[in-house]
Structure formats: C-alpha cells, structure tokens
C-alpha cells in the first residue's frame, strides 16, 4: 500500500514537471525613421546574465514576439540589411509579463 501511494506521487510530480512554466513575452515593432514596418528584421534576445539566445524575425507588419521562460535583464538586438544595428535593454521582471519594445532602424551600417 505505502509502495502503491509512493509511485502514485511521484507519477504526479514528474506530470507537474512536464506542464510549461509560464513565460513572459518581449515583443514590439521593428520600423524605419518614416514609422514604416520592417519585414524581416533578425531579432535576437539576448540573457545578460547567461547569454542564452532566442532569435525570430519580424513579420510582414514589423512585428516579433519571443518568449523567455527567466525574469532578468536581456538584450534586444534588431539587424537588417542597409540598416543600422539597435540594441535595447530590457527588463523582466515576472513570469507571465508582455513587455512591448518597439525598435527603430536607421538607414545605413549592416549590408
């Protein structure tokens, strides 16, 4: 009986280990000096603390989201062919938190 109610527990516990932890959301808009969205923009995120990467591009409207399972401080590094690279620094400071960074480039720079 007490063997039967341990491996009931410890099946429960590796279930819960399984769920996805919450994460929050870094997104924004990636536009040019006019305000216009630019598509296809390399988006790195970058863990200050652990240099842990997550990479997406921007969509056709600007846009990009990249989930990060950790609170702490990151690096918003935005490249694209004829512009200027822009970083950003971020916090987050709780799970389930959507932070909006939107990020302008300028003309020139990387090719």
Same mark, same amino acid.
């Given at each position: 009986?007490?063997?039967?109610?341990?491996?009931?527990?410890?099946?429960?516990? $590796? $279930? *819960?280990?399984?769920?996805? *932890?919450?994460?929050?959301?870094?997104?924004? /808009?990636?536009?040019?000096?006019?305000?216009?969205?630019?598509?296809?923009?390399?988006?790195? *995120?970058?863990?200050?603390?652990?240099?842990?990467?997550?990479?997406?591009?921007?969509?056709?409207?600007?846009?990009?989201?990249?989930?990060?399972?950790?609170?702490?401080?990151? $690096?918003?590094?935005?490249?694209?062919?004829?512009?200027?690279?822009?970083?950003?620094?971020?916090?987050?400071?709780?799970?389930?938190?959507? *932070?909006?960074?939107?990020? /302008?480039?300028? $003309?020139?720079?990387?090719?």
């Amino acid at each position: 009986m007490v063997r039967g109610v341990f491996v009931h527990v410890a099946f429960c516990a $590796l $279930l *819960l280990m399984a769920l996805p *932890l919450e994460a929050a959301t870094v997104g924004g /808009q990636v536009t040019d000096a006019t305000g216009a969205a630019v598509p296809g923009a390399r988006v790195v *995120l970058r863990g200050v603390a652990t240099g842990e990467e997550r990479v997406t591009e921007s969509n056709t409207e600007g846009r990009f989201n990249i989930d990060t399972p950790a609170t702490g401080a990151y $690096l918003v590094i935005v490249t694209r062919v004829g512009f200027s690279e822009a970083a950003r620094t971020v916090v987050v400071m709780a799970a389930e938190e959507t *932070l909006d960074v939107p990020v /302008q480039l300028h $003309l020139g720079g990387v090719t």
